[in-house]
T-cell receptor, first 116, second 114 residues
């Protein structure tokens, strides 16, 4: 149990376009979902925390108007990279927590975004 | 400001020997620590965790040691197997609840030599 999926796994888009990445908890309801990005050979950097039905909380330095996060249901969160630029190319990973009493976050497989 | 640090970016260990991965942290508010294993182009997989009230936690071949006064933890893998080759991240949170944000270290790439 506790499987998290992401779609798409890879996406290539042109500069200036927007890209939506989906994160789904397949066999549990996720009260909280997290979005991370990872640059090559670097750590996972938390971008934002989203709770179902409320606005996401963004980490310092992350542009909320550029990285739109929607957590519309207990099994789905989306990250939309708006007006993407080459510097947004990265590996984006989501994670999901079952509830506040669980000690684990379950990670998705990640999405490789390449902006040309 | 890197609050969780893994100072060894890479480590090579002979199969069957012990692998020791280290992690240091600076934030004294961290009370719960986790180790994740990550393969390229995949999400991290949880390995083992430890609460600050303990100094050791063991799960099969994996043991995590915590020295709270030194703000240091380590992951021991014994015996090391080729399938252990991956990048290992330590992570920390304040209370250990799943809906808390995690702060990750920079990772250590472990290579097990057959």
């Amino acid at each position: 149990g506790a499987v998290v999926s992401q779609h798409p796994s890879r996406v290539i888009c042109k500069s200036g376009t927007s890209v939506k990445i989906e994160c789904r908890s397949l066999d549990f309801q996720a009260t909280t979902m997290f979005w991370y990005r990872q640059f090559p050979k670097q750590s996972l950097m938390l971008m934002a925390t989203s709770n179902e039905g409320s606005k996401a909380t963004y980490e310092q330095g992350v542009e909320k108007d550029k990285f739109l996060i929607n957590h519309a249901s207990l099994t789905l969160s989306t990250l939309t990279v708006t007006s993407a630029h080459p510097e947004d190319s990265s590996f984006y990973i989501c994670s999901a927590a079952k509830d506040s009493f669980s000690y684990e976050q379950y990670f998705g497989p990640g999405t490789r975004l390449t902006v040309t | 400001d890197q609050q969780v640090k893994q100072n060894s970016p890479s480590l090579s260990v002979q199969e069957g020997r012990i692998s020791i991965l280290n992690c240091d942290y600076t934030n004294s508010m961290f009370d719960y620590f986790l180790w994740y294993k990550k393969y390229p182009a995949e999400g991290p997989t949880f390995l083992i965790s430890i609460s600050s009230i303990k100094d050791k936690n063991e799960d099969g071949r994996f043991t995590v040691f915590l020295n709270k006064s030194a703000k240091h933890l380590s992951l021991h893998i014994v015996p090391s197997q080729p399938g252990d080759s991956a990048v290992y991240f330590c992570a920390a949170s304040a209370q250990g609840f799943g809906n808390e944000k995690l702060t990750f270290g920079t990772g250590t790439r472990l290579t097990i030599i057959p």
